[in-house]
């Protein structure tokens, strides 16, 4: 975008006549975040989607779509924090008592991304659990439940 609009539209980005790191990797989460979208947007065409089997529809639609949530969270909040917490409050911030609109923007992915979180930490608590179980299970039984008594063939004979 800024190469299309160009410095003056985007000024506040451009500071003698570069860009500061936290401007530059917003752009960086912004370029990756849209790729990852664009991948997610062409493997959900009906075409595309039933030719995907399935690790790879769980590839596009697992990690890359929160790698690509998460880029663009990234993206907003580069660009945002900074004025969230400035002292003199820039013009672009806190008008009139309003949160920025990065801050307000950020605010539902970042809930959806810890609902997600704490998700996937009870799966892994439960995963660990069920192991242990079993393995506590194999552990408490005893050796002589497996003690066979061998018939001596020979005197049969």
């Given at each position: 975008m800024l190469l299309?609009?160009?410095?003056?539209?985007?000024g506040f980005l451009i500071d003698e006549?570069?860009?500061?790191?936290?401007?530059?990797?917003?752009?960086?989460?912004?370029?990756?975040?849209t790729s990852l979208f664009v991948i997610t947007g062409i493997a959900s065409l009906p075409s595309v989607g039933r030719e995907m089997n399935k690790a790879q529809f769980e590839l596009v639609f697992g990690p890359v779509v929160w790698s690509a949530l998460?880029?663009?969270v990234m993206h907003v909040m580069f660009l945002g924090v900074p004025s969230w917490v400035s002292s003199p409050r820039s013009r672009y911030s806190w008008a009139r008592g309003m949160p920025p609109i990065t801050l307000m923007a950020s605010v539902f992915p970042l809930f959806v991304m810890f609902i997600k979180f704490v998700q996937s930490c009870h799966a892994s608590v439960l995963k660990i659990k069920k192991w242990a179980t079993s393995r506590h299970q194999f552990s408490s039984i005893h050796a002589s439940e497996h003690l066979f008594v061998i018939d001596d063939v020979a005197a049969d004979v």
């Open positions: 299309i609009f160009g410095g003056e539209y985007f006549g570069h860009m500061e790191w936290n401007d530059e990797a917003s752009m960086l989460a912004a370029v990756l975040s998460t880029l663009g």
